[in-house]
């Protein structure tokens, strides 16, 4: 942290007390560090509205490998956005489910657009995009 500036906040005491409760459970030390937290959680998913905000996505999918192609068809994706698709990992999970989790770097709407591209292919089940902005301003 460069500069540190004190601030003072008023809350309702139920609601102090359900967020020290919250906090507790979590593993928080102090609620400074839970706050600065909750405002970094923020502006980050605020810039996510931004679709040229710089960010990472783990995407997560499961499939049925036997279906048609689509082992295939996620790996096509990965090359054709050679520069969005930066690492995976693949999970068997069972005789027929795989678990694949694509990593992708890039604005927000070239993410979204590759990640939607991979959820919405023939044999996927379930699917998941984990969004974070890595903008380097919303205080370290
Ligand atoms: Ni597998």
Do not use: W
């Amino acid at each position: 942290m460069d500069k540190v500036e004190r601030i003072g906040v008023s809350l309702d005491k139920k609601l102090l007390a359900k967020f020290d409760d919250l906090i507790a459970k979590q593993g928080y030390q102090s609620r400074s560090e839970a706050i600065r937290d909750l405002v970094r959680q923020r502006l980050s998913s605020e810039s996510l509205n931004n679709p040229k905000a710089s960010a990472v996505a783990a995407v997560c999918l499961v499939y049925d490998h036997h279906a048609t192609m689509v082992s295939q068809k996620l790996i096509d994706i990965q090359h054709s956005h050679i520069l969005q698709a930066i690492s995976s990992l693949h999970v068997h999970l069972d005789h027929h489910d795989c678990l694949e989790v694509i990593v992708l770097r890039g604005a927000v709407g070239q993410i979204n657009k590759v990640a939607e591209g991979l959820l919405s292919l023939k044999g996927v089940k379930l699917g998941k995009i984990n969004l974070v902005a890595t903008d380097p301003n919303p205080a370290s």
